[in-house]
């Protein structure tokens, strides 16, 4: 995987505590 189309998702984190990776082009669900 490239790490430059995948973010931290900081929102999710809060709610969740875990991590997500997502690619930047694709629309938050």
């Known amino acids: 995987m490239d ?3 995948l ?3 900081h929102e999710y984190n ?3 505590g875990k ?3 997502f690619d ?3 629309e938050r669900p």
């Open 19 to 21: 991590w997500r990776l």
């Open 14 to 16: 809060t709610n969740t």
């Open 7 to 9: 973010i931290w998702d």
């Open 24 to 26: 930047r082009n694709m």
């Open 3 to 5: 790490a430059e189309y």
